[in-house]
């Protein structure tokens, strides 16, 4: 049987859809699939470098699970985090979308601001927050102490660490989710919402019944990528908490697990144990990733 033979112009579009894609492959094979294969074996040894490790089987992980107390501080502050974050964020967004997709004098300042803090860099918010959050002379104490509330010690007070991790993890992710779920928006056809005021519903009813499935894909999208960011948070807690500088009999309610492959791994040159951890905390990952997938049929209407 004769092969086919490929026209000419089509070998250049294969052409240049190879060479576009070209820098997208490289880029996940080798800052991605590449160390993250190498992690996994990293796991599975024990050593103070990448390199030369001695093989030691499940030991990393026995370890792990058997004798670091501070995991299950870890899990608890990464999931405590990632639920509060996640819910509080997502419905933020939406919230907020809704509110900045009508027609208000000032619209495009008040997405602006809003936007920012997604783009504002870790470290620099890191600081700021530190410095607003100081329970002698930081403006949120100043704030409460106003109206009559005792402000508390909200970067040493074990009741109100995570509460301040927290607050400014909100703060950093509803903009980002704001600004796709305002794209979503623009894709809504105003005849749904033309049919609901006929038939007099508030805007509590159109927020409900209308806009909300209608962009269910979008915001089951923003909460696959919210929860993915929350699971992996760090930057804010090893800044609020002076760059790990806490003292440790507070800093376990700080840890998540992130900052816990941090530790081992760059501080303690415990490359084995970091690399075990890290896969535990994928393997987490995928797990809930799946099961929101499996979710999504119930209640995403495409």
């Given at each position: 049987?004769?092969?086919?033979?490929?026209?000419?112009?089509?070998?250049?579009?294969?052409?240049?859809?190879?060479?576009?894609?070209?820098?997208?492959?490289?880029?996940?094979?080798?800052?991605?699939?590449?160390?993250?294969?190498?992690?996994?074996?990293?796991?599975?040894?024990?050593?103070?470098?990448?390199?030369?490790?001695?093989?030691?089987?499940?030991?990393?992980?026995?370890?792990?699970?058997?004798?670091?107390?501070?995991?299950?501080?870890?899990?608890?502050?990464?999931?405590?985090?990632?639920?509060?974050?996640?819910?509080?964020?997502?419905?933020?967004?939406?919230?907020?979308?809704?509110?900045?997709?009508?027609?208000?004098?000032?619209?495009?300042?008040?997405?602006?601001?809003?936007?920012?803090?997604s783009v504002t860099m870790a470290a620099a918010a890191g600081v700021v927050w530190r410095t607003m959050f100081n329970s002698q002379f930081g403006v949120i104490n100043q704030l409460l102490g106003a109206v009559g509330i005792p402000g508390p010690k909200w970067l040493t007070d074990p009741r109100f660490m995570m509460l301040a991790v927290i607050i400014v993890g909100i703060w950093k992710q509803t903009g980002h989710n704001m600004i796709i779920l305002l794209a979503g928006l623009t894709n809504i056809d105003a005849s749904y919402y033309e049919a609901a005021d006929i038939d007099g519903a508030s805007r509590w009813q159109k927020l409900r019944y209308v806009t909300v499935p209608l962009l269910s894909p979008v915001i089951f999208f923003v909460t696959i990528t919210s929860t993915l960011n929350a699971l992996k948070v760090f930057d804010v807690i090893y800044t609020l908490s002076g760059s790990g500088g806490t003292d440790e009999r507070f800093m376990r309610y700080y840890r998540t697990m992130v900052y816990g492959i941090y530790e081992k791994g760059f501080q303690f040159s415990r490359i084995g144990a970091a690399s075990a951890e890290a896969v535990v905390l994928l393997a987490i990952i995928l797990v809930i990733t799946l099961i929101q997938f499996k979710g999504e049929k119930k209640w995403v209407h495409y």
């Open positions: 049987m004769a092969r086919k033979r490929i026209p000419a112009y089509k070998k250049r579009e294969y052409l240049a859809a190879y060479v576009m894609s070209a820098p997208v492959v490289l880029g996940t094979v080798v800052f991605f699939l590449i160390p993250a294969l190498w992690s996994f074996w990293l796991s599975f040894t024990s050593g103070p470098d990448y390199f030369n490790n001695t093989f030691v089987g499940l030991e990393n992980y026995r370890q792990l699970f058997t004798a670091d107390e501070n995991l299950r501080y870890e899990l608890f502050n990464t999931f405590y985090y990632a639920i509060v974050v996640v819910v509080l964020a997502v419905v933020l967004g939406v919230l907020l979308a809704n509110a900045l997709n009508r027609e208000i004098r000032g619209k495009g300042l008040f997405r602006v601001i809003y936007f920012l803090p």
